[in-house]
């Protein structure tokens, strides 16, 4: 496949899946229906790294490569042209709003895959056949991820428990909607600004019957105290084990861990990112395919003396609106994955392993 051909198959493939996560929600669906929709439907804005595995499948399937050098260096030019694709090619495409983290991850860790079997292999063909296969055993893997997790996280709750979720994670939706079949709890949801993603996650709880409560991303100190503990997912895990994730994470674990409330996270191991940052500037290698733009609070339309009139803002005045923030593994509880339940300090083991 030369690059056009990669451009449009990856565009082509997001598309679908657009069409598909928009068509597969029903307005009006039980707990169970509403569970089995999110976590089977391994197809989503979020699985941009999935999807990106297919297309190499589909390189690997379709060259005319005649040896592992040749076919080598192709994949390394589909992983830039699929690269430079999602941050290009996919802005006309609103509702696909994702990190790169997780794609850069997934290339990175098929083509260590691919390394690794140049140099275990002499049978080229063999070889073709493996990595074919790995690719569609990576692609399937996001539905498989969701549902363990899920196993995992369910004896965490327990009646009349009160959770907090940061945005909107998949992984996380599978696991609430999940447990609501079997336990009765509410949850609290930051409005999540500024493209209020915490909306969409309570609007999905409320179809299927969840109690839920939204409040404004200023308010998360205020009700802290009320809360069992907070769930979050994360675009990436990295090597300390911390998480890159929706701006404002951060600030919601800092809270948590003053209030002594656990902060959980729910990652699938494909977002596992070979990085250690330190602080915020870190991470600003990291982009987004079409950040969220900075709105104003809708102005007040009432003459009342007490209401406040926002006004328009100064020419002068700089808007800063990053997209994600880094989270430290000092305020992390547990991180549940595939692989397992992993304290933060075990994401470095899981890393070499995946790696090795």
């Known amino acids: 496949m030369n690059k056009d051909q990669i451009s449009t198959k990856l565009r082509e493939l997001v598309i679908e899946n657009m069409k598909t996560s928009s068509s597969s929600s029903s307005p009006q669906v039980n707990v169970e229906q509403q569970q089995q929709q999110i976590i089977t439907k391994s197809r989503d804005p979020s699985s941009l790294a999935v999807i990106a595995i297919s297309v190499l499948t589909q390189v690997i399937e379709q060259s005319k490569s005649t040896t592992m050098m040749e076919l080598n260096n192709e994949l390394k030019s589909a992983v830039e042209c ?79 428990m009160t959770v907090m979720v940061v945005g909107h994670s998949k992984v996380v939706m599978s696991v609430l909607l999940h447990a609501a079949q079997n336990v009765r709890f509410s949850v609290i949801i930051p409005e999540s600004r500024p493209d209020a993603e915490g909306y969409k996650s309570a609007n999905e709880l409320q179809k299927a019957g969840v109690p839920v409560t939204l409040i404004v991303d200023s308010a998360v100190a205020h009700v802290m105290n009320s809360v069992d503990f907070v769930l979050s997912g994360a675009e990436g895990v990295v090597e300390s084990g911390g998480v890159i994730n929706k701006i404002g994470t951060y600030q919601i674990a800092i809270l948590a861990k003053v209030h002594k409330k656990p902060f959980y996270v729910a990652a699938e191991s494909f977002k596992f990112v070979r990085s250690y940052p330190l602080n915020q500037s870190d991470i600003a290698s990291f982009e987004y395919i079409n950040p969220p733009a900075y709105t104003r609070i809708p102005e007040e339309q009432s003459s009342s003396n007490d209401s406040v009139i926002l006004k328009e803002l100064d020419s002068g005045i700089t808007i800063r609106n990053p997209t994600s923030d880094f989270t430290p593994p000092s305020y992390i509880t547990l991180l549940f994955t595939d692989l397992g339940i992993l304290t933060p300090s075990g994401v470095s083991d899981e890393l070499i392993k995946l790696y090795t």
Do not use: W
């Open 82 to 160: 699929i690269k430079h694709t999602a941050l290009h090619d996919l802005t006309d495409i609103e509702e696909l709003r994702t990190s790169t983290i997780s794609l850069y991850s997934a290339c990175e860790l098929f083509m260590r895959f691919v390394t690794r079997q140049f140099v275990e292999s002499n049978d080229f063909n063999a070889c073709k056949q493996k990595l074919s296969e790995r690719g569609t055993y990576i692609a399937e893997l996001s539905s498989q991820s969701k549902k363990k997790v899920v196993t995992l996280f369910t004896p965490f709750f327990r009646d009349n």
